[in-house]
């Protein structure tokens, strides 16, 4: 915790917010790994201290792989040490490969079935926005889904206080959250134990879409 709260004042645009991801929000954003049945080839982007991390290693089994990309080399050595060391320890033959490096980067080989991400997409310029979702869902297979979260309502109560700029930059952001919603098909879980509230939006790619869908809104 202090470790994250830490780096979130040393760089608030990539980390993105002050506190770590609740267990809560954790379940929520893999609820549907844990249900799907047979291998599973996981992604993980931004994971931080990982809030995330802990549920997906507590989710793998048989013949799963998971890579991980994280850009803060600080939260790379303490995925490292805490949490992908000792598990290797105990599972040694499980694949796991840590990349620390912006998703934009990292050499990746693609096929994923499922993309839990943790990026901070308010705080990024709406082109890396774009470009990384379309690179996310361009290393998805058709069918494969996509996890991401939003804090509940932030876009709306930022508004007043982030000057004409700060207003179009949301209000675009909006616009392509929405767009991406009509590509794909899209659910949204409300995890409100989590400071503060948060939408889990799982994405589901469709079949030769390069980009992302729309769907409907269920609160738990
Ligand atoms: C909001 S924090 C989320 C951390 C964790 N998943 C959680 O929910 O508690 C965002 C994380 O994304 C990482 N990050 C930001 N930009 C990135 C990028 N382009 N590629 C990979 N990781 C990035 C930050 O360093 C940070 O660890």
Redesign the pocket.
Known sequence: MLK?VH?AIRDIR????VF??SPR?ARAMTSSLRAHRGERKILE?????G??TEAILHALRGHDTLDI????PV?CEHLETRLLQPFRSRHSSMPIKLHCS???DATLAGGYDFVIC???FNNFPLAVTES?FARMIALMRDGGELTY?EYAGVRTLKLPFVGSHGRAHLRKLGDFTRLTASKHQVTRKLVVANIPPALAVRLVKRHGALEPCSGSTKTS
């Open positions: 994250f780096q990539t980390t993105g917010s770590p991801s929000l982007v931004g994971p931080g201290t809030a995330f990309v994280e850009v803060n939260f912006a998703i934009e943790g990026l901070p990384i979260f």
